[in-house]
Structure formats: structure tokens, C-alpha cells
């Protein structure tokens, strides 16, 4: 088999087709069994690169299973589902090593970010190196047009390869990552490891470990020694994410971490140097938090020696045309189909959105784009049929009992409205013919006329 299988096990919950493409489009294999029979030994046979298996609410038989599959693949790489997430369970599977434990119903795009961070983390197993991919020169260049990006981009080119600390402000899905990753690819770090971990996911004491990491029989369950996200991060650049939102007892170990170079490991003897350059990106206005008493002044001095603040991009409207093009050839590829073509009176609607997901939300919209529309050419009703401006309602508000020929009506003309009254658009809209609407419509018109008679 080959070195870069992906083993899902998770039978109750569906793997997204957008992120089987995606796994695919990387050159992943994805195996996708019940998980029923000697799971240890599947495992051992196939040999993945990481294996997502699904937890049940009785955990007595599964965390058996769990100590096998840890004791006999000690270095694999592990993301856990749950259809009943709790505390014990998130417990349970920290301590067992699992990279992450996910709620069943995880947003796809959250699913992605996890599986990809784990595939990009390094680690031996069976005496080899996993099989992952790291950012080097030139693996991608930032899509820019609006000036004040340019300029950012420009400047985190050039802070790139010093050792400053730096701290990434905006809003949600503005592409602060992305941001990060571009300063580790132009970095002289950038064949070393690129480590991300989100700080909101984990509760304190699971976060210290996963970050700092544990000696063996440091709490119960602690069966073996773990590696933190500092140790993996050794000669390269660890990403926090959301750091606003580490506990203050932790923000302390953090800022040891920045002012001595060194970690201690939850139930460790001695301190271990690590060589780690620092990216910590956050949605809030750190200096509010300051005043709050809710983040370290010392620490935030510490993380924003470099800061770098990206506007929203409802503020960069230049950046949308460029930006939605590279998503249509991205998802293209990816499902391998050639990618479509925005039209000017599509990109003009696009500017005319707010955009509150901001680029992670026109991301979403070019995919669903590629996935849903048959023509080549996107105009602007085709773009209405799978988005909903931000000045338009939410149809209907509420449902009231209604006779079925009313609500027929009513979602008749909703949909005609929603497509700027193209009836070819509302007929694919309502699952309809455009024969039989235009039959609906003109016995609508026959009955208004009778009334107008009477």
C-alpha cells in the first residue's frame, strides 16, 4: 500500500465530498471502511498517515481500542468524531494522543483546517517521516490587488526571514493564516515545520498539554511521553491561533516560553529549548483585553514586536474580482472541471455584498459555484441562485399554516423574485419545468382576472 493513505473509519459520520476532493487533489488516498473487525490490525496493515475514527457514548469498549491502536502505532497521527461530544471524551482522547477531537457535526470548512494541519505535522512512524507537505519558495504567491494588502504583504515578505514575534489582527476569515504561512514559506525556517493550533478549541489544561506537552504518568491516562506543539515546531514557525483566548495562568507559561527559548513539559524534571518562531493572530482588539484584565500587557508587548493588521474585505472591494477568479480555478482543479468564468456584472454584484464571512465566505460562494451552476459563463442571476445578498430577507420568516396552493403560489413568486425574475432560473430554483411554471403563472393571471370581473 502506499505511504499516503487516509484511513476513515468514522462510518456513522460522512466525510464531505469537498473535502474528499481536496485530499485527493493533494495526492492522498482516501479508505473509507465501517470500522468493524479488528480495527488494530486494518491499521497496522494499511500503514495511513493519519486515521479519523468516530467515538460512541459508551466509552468503555472504545478507549480499549484506542490503547491497542496508540500502544501498537505509538506515532500515529489520530482525529477523533464524536455524535456525543463531552469533557471525558475530549479528556480521554488528548490523553491518548489524538491530534483533535471534533463534534460530529463540525463545519466542513473546520474539518479541512484539522485534517490539514494533521497531515502537515511531522513526527516518525514505523521508523519513516509521515508523509506530509510543507510551504517552500514560490509554492504560492498572495492574490492581492487592493494597495493596503499589497503593502502587508510586502512588509511580511521582508520581516520574513528575521526572528521578530509577530501578531496577525482581523477579523474572522480574512486570511490571517494565510498571511502566516506566507511569512514561514519566505522564511529560512520554511523546510522545517509550519505547526497551527487554534487556542480556543481546548479547555486549559488540555491546551497546556498540547502545547507544551506531557512526560509519561503525568495524570492518569498519560500512558506515554507526548510531544508538544513547541517540541514539533523545533526549526520552524508555530502558529497560534486565537491567542486572545489562552487563560491567563497559561499566558504566563507562554511568555517564559518567549523570554527564555525553553518549555516544560506537564510533569516534567527539566526544561527543553526549542528554536520556534512565533506567529499569534487574533479577532479582537488585544488592547481592549488589556483593559478587561483579561490579556497580559508583558505578553502582548512580547507577541506584537511585528503587528499586522488586515482589513475586512468589504474594505478591500478591488481584492474581490481577483480573489474569486483564483477560488474558481482552485476548485476547479480540484473537481476536476474546467474552472468558470465571472463575468463583470457578477464581480459588480460581489462588490455590493458586506461579506461578514469575509474571504472564507466568497471562498464558500466560488465553491458552491463550481459544485452547483452548469453554466461556464456565472452572470449575476446565475450568482443570486446560490447566494443571498445582504439586503435580501430570509424566505419565509416564519411558516404558517396555509392552504398549499397559497404557499405554492407564495414560493412561486419568491423565487422569481430571488432570480430578478428570470424564469428559467426560478424553474431550476423550484425543481420545476419552465413549461409548468409559466402554466402556474398564467393560471395565477387567468384568476386574477376573473377577480377583477366579478
Not at 494499511?46 to 459508551?58: A, E, I, Q, R
Request: include cysteine; charge should be neutral; glycine fraction near 8%.
Amino acid at each position: 500500500m502506499p505511504d499516503n493513505n487516509i484511513l476513515w473509519t468514522a462510518h456513522d459520520i460522512p466525510l464531505p465530498q469537498g473535502v474528499w476532493n481536496r485530499l485527493k487533489g493533494l495526492g492522498f488516498r482516501v479508505v473509507v471502511e465501517d470500522g468493524n473487525g479488528d480495527l488494530p490490525d486494518r491499521i497496522g496493515a494499511l500503514t495511513p498517515s493519519l486515521w479519523v475514527g468516530s467515538l460512541k457514548s459508551d466509552l468503555s469498549g472504545e478507549l480499549d481500542t484506542l490503547r491497542v491502536i496508540r500502544e501498537r502505532c505509538p506515532e500515529l497521527c489520530m482525529i477523533l468524531l464524536s455524535n456525543n461530544p463531552s469533557v471525558e471524551q475530549a479528556v480521554q482522547a488528548v490523553k491518548l494522543g489524538a491530534f483533535d477531537y471534533l463534534p460530529a457535526n463540525v463545519p466542513e470548512d473546520r474539518l479541512w483546517a484539522v485534517l490539514e494541519g494533521a497531515l502537515k505535522s511531522p513526527g516518525p512512524r514505523n521508523g519513516k517521516r509521515r508523509n506530509h507537505y510543507v510551504s517552500s519558495p514560490g509554492d504560492f504567491e498572495p492574490v492581492a490587488a487592493n494597495q493596503e494588502m499589497i503593502t502587508l504583504f510586502s512588509m511580511a515578505r521582508k520581516i520574513a526571514p528575521r526572528r521578530a514575534t509577530i501578531l496577525v489582527e482581523g477579523e474572522s476569515g480574512t486570511g490571517k493564516e494565510v498571511v502566516a504561512r506566507y511569512i514561514h514559506q519566505n522564511s529560512d525556517r520554511n523546510k522545517r515545520p509550519f505547526i497551527a493550533i487554534n487556542c480556543a478549541a481546548l479547555p486549559e489544561n488540555l491546551l497546556e498539554s498540547e502545547l507544551f506537552g506531557h512526560e509519561k504518568g503525568a495524570f492518569t491516562g498519560a500512558i506515554s511521553r507526548k510531544a508538544g506543539k513547541f517540541e514539533l515546531a523545533d526549526g520552524g514557525t508555530l502558529l497560534l491561533d486565537e491567542i486572545s483566548e489562552i487563560a491567563p495562568s497559561l499566558q504566563a507559561k507562554l511568555l517564559r516560553v518567549l523570554q527564555e527559548g525553553e518549555i516544560d513539559r506537564v510533569g516534567g524534571k527539566f526544561s527543553k529549548p526549542v528554536d520556534v518562531r512565533i506567529i499569534a493572530t487574533t479577532n479582537r482588539d488585544l488592547e481592549e483585553e488589556i483593559e478587561k484584565g483579561s490579556f497580559r500587557l508583558d505578553l502582548y508587548y512580547r507577541l506584537s514586536v511585528v503587528p499586522l493588521k488586515i482589513p475586512p474585505l468589504r474594505e478591500r472591494p478591488d481584492d474581490l474580482g481577483p480573489l474569486a477568479r483564483f477560488f474558481l480555478q482552485k476548485h476547479g482543479k480540484l473537481n476536476n472541471e474546467k474552472p468558470k468564468i465571472l463575468t463583470k456584472e457578477a464581480e459588480d454584484l460581489l462588490k455590493q455584498q458586506q461579506w461578514p464571512g469575509n474571504v472564507r465566505e466568497l471562498e464558500n460562494l466560488m465553491e458552491r459555484a463550481t459544485l452547483l451552476l452548469e453554466t461556464e459563463v456565472i452572470g449575476p442571476a446565475d450568482l443570486g441562485m446560490i447566494m443571498r445578498p445582504a439586503n435580501r430577507k430570509p424566505f419565509p420568516q416564519e411558516l404558517e399554516v396555509q392552504p398549499l396552493r397559497e404557499m405554492e403560489k407564495k414560493m412561486i413568486f419568491h423565487a422569481l423574485e430571488e432570480n430578478q425574475g428570470n424564469r428559467t432560473h426560478a424553474a431550476r430554483m423550484l425543481g420545476i419545468s419552465v413549461r409548468t411554471l409559466r402554466n402556474k403563472l398564467n393560471e395565477y393571471q387567468r384568476k386574477q382576472q376573473d377577480l377583477s370581473k366579478s
